[in-house]
């Protein structure tokens, strides 16, 4: 007899968002991953989330953009319910210029 509804493989950023959201639903949820949580890409330093330029607007990017625009909501809802800081913030977008080979 099956003790939960979903079986997640791989404590990313991927699986635990999946996880969450079948938990939100309802669902009786497992996590398995035997390298433990956030050991892969997701465990990187960097964090940077960038809609793309709006130059050939298409579907896929009004949908990522979209994903991106509720991406405060959630994380604050993560926090709330973790009572563990998501880390999230806008922050803008600094540059610097690289004038490769110049003198
Ligand atoms: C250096 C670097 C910088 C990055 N910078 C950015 C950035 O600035 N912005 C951005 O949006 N993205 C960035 N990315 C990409 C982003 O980190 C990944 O797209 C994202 O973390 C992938 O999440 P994931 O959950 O799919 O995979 P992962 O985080 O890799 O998680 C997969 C998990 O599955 C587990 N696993 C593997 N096989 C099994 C199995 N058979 N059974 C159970 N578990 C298994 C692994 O142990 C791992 O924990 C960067 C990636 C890297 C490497």
Not at 21 to 50: E, F, H, N, W, Y
Not at 56 to 77: R, T
Request: net charge positive; proline share 5%.
């Amino acid at each position: 007899m099956a003790t939960v509804d979903v079986t997640v493989m791989g404590a990313g950023v991927f699986g635990l968002s999946v996880a969450y959201a079948c938990l939100l639903r309802g669902a009786k949820v497992q996590v398995i991953d035997p390298a433990g949580v956030g050991t892969g890409a997701s465990g990187g330093i960097i964090g940077a989330l960038a809609p793309h330029v709006p130059e050939q607007w298409n579907p896929k990017k009004a949908f990522q953009l979209d994903s991106l625009l509720m991406q405060g909501a959630f994380w604050e809802q993560v926090g709330a319910r973790s009572g563990m800081p998501a880390g999230y913030a806008r922050n803008g977008r600094t540059s610097t210029a690289c004038r490769c080979g110049g003198s």
